[in-house]
């Protein structure tokens, strides 16, 4: 499905638990990690790579590790980016809790057993993979300082890149004489992850036709039927990477108990924060393939009646609803150590993919209203999750402030 080290890799496939081992390994061996480090890495930490810094910055959160920082070469950041969209996102789907988990086998249990992996993995890949072997030359580095950062960020020109470069299922892609021209030289890193990334949207868009109104794996017929109809002549996904890419809807979060134990836990999955910068700010988004009327997370905080709501200090974070009132203002008292989701989530008014919920519980220590957000369609991984605050402008104290954002 994507292609990485210069050649296709079947992903995902067959070859699922291998292909993802070799990106932990790549990983692991480049950076000398402990390997209890990485099995804890948080989600959201990964996720800050895409707010721009120099490259991909992965910041590890383990008691053995705290505070340590790396930056990823293009290589390892196309690898574990195919990783984090499909292996991993595949793996965890099912599961009602990530519990920071990051590398994950096919059953989703944290990786272990690394090394071994990466044995069976270089007797599997590596003939057949000019010019992929992983640098195993020992570091020199002595502590996190001092660990190797790529030459060129990479990061900050794909960006750049694709501004000028706009991804979308039908564009060809940049010619070298056009890259060049807009000040690309190292071009040839930034023309294959275009093409990776036009490819995966190609084909989840041919999954999204081919699959009908049930959501059911599509044939190999429907699918074919699907590319042809598109007729793209170059970076096509083959007929099976598409039925491989399919995944099993999950459930209706019917039951009670589930939504109950999410909530008290705040284990909600698939999420992460991300920091948009500027006046926006933190924002929330899909770190996993959502499913329309999934339930994506809660409004957690202290939970008032509107006219307490109304009395309370002005705050962005309070959220009305009925007759009541959710204040987010501050972290709450269950949950004193975590930022909850909820609050982070941004607003749109033109293209929503969360619509608010309430549910009326019966937790253990009695029955109390929660709110809850779930996805209106389909979500992708990467997707800002936003909502439709429903509010106008003199909600947020009328004339004066800019408040452009509301229209968006
Ligand atoms: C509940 S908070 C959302 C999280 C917030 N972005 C943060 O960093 O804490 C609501 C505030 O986020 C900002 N905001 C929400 N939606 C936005 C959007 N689409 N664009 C820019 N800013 C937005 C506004 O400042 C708003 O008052």
Request: net charge positive.
């Amino acid at each position: 499905m994507a292609h990485l080290l210069g050649r296709p890799m079947r992903v995902p496939g067959s070859d699922l638990t291998a292909y993802r081992s070799y990106c932990v390994a790549a990983l692991l061996i480049r950076h000398k990690l402990p390997k209890e480090a990485v099995v804890e890495f948080q989600v959201h930490d990964w996720l800050q790579r895409t707010t721009g810094t120099d490259g991909t910055t992965i910041r590890l959160t383990s008691s053995k590790a705290a505070g340590h920082t790396f930056t990823l070469s293009q290589q390892e950041d196309e690898l574990l980016e195919c990783y984090f969209c499909h292996v991993r996102a595949e793996a965890t789907k099912r599961l009602t809790s990530e519990q920071g988990r990051f590398f994950v086998d096919c059953g989703a249990n944290p990786l272990t057993n690394l090394y071994a992996d990466l044995q069976r993995l270089r007797k599997k890949y590596l003939p057949q993979v000019p010019g992929a072997a992983v640098d195993e030359t020992p570091s020199t580095s002595t502590g996190p300082a001092s660990l190797p950062t790529p030459p060129v960020s990479l990061g900050k020109q794909w960006d750049r890149f694709l501004e000028v470069f706009p991804v979308s299922l039908h564009s060809a892609p940049p010619s070298k004489r056009l890259c060049v021209g807009a000040g690309f030289t190292a071009h040839r890193p930034l023309y294959r992850k275009w093409r990776n990334v036009q490819l995966l949207e190609r084909t989840s868009y041919i999954l999204s036709q081919a699959m009908g109104r049930q959501a059911t794996q599509p044939t190999e017929e429907a699918v074919r039927r699907a590319l042809t109809k598109e007729g793209w002549v170059n970076n096509t996904p083959s007929v099976q990477d598409v039925v491989r890419g399919w995944v099993a809807p999950r459930d209706p979060p019917t039951c009670s108990r589930g939504l109950i134990r999410s909530i008290s836990e705040q284990s909600w999955r698939g999420l992460a924060v991300r920091d948009f910068g500027g006046e926006k700010g933190k924002g929330v988004v899909a770190t996993c393939p959502m499913d329309k009327g999934d339930v994506v997370c809660d409004y957690h905080g202290t939970l008032i009646s509107q006219a307490e709501g109304r009395r309370r200090e002005d705050s962005i974070y309070r959220f009305f609803f009925q007759e009541l009132c959710i204040d987010a203002s501050s972290r709450c008292d269950c949950h004193p150590e975590v930022d909850t989701y909820g609050r982070f989530l941004n607003h749109s008014r033109k293209r929503p993919n969360l619509k608010p919920k309430r549910f009326d519980l019966t937790f253990p220590d009695g029955p109390r209203p929660v709110l809850v957000f779930l996805a209106m369609h389909n979500i992708k991984v990467g997707e800002e999750l936003l909502l439709d605050y429903g509010v106008t402008r003199t909600s947020f104290g009328g004339e004066g402030k800019d408040l452009a954002w509301l229209d968006m």
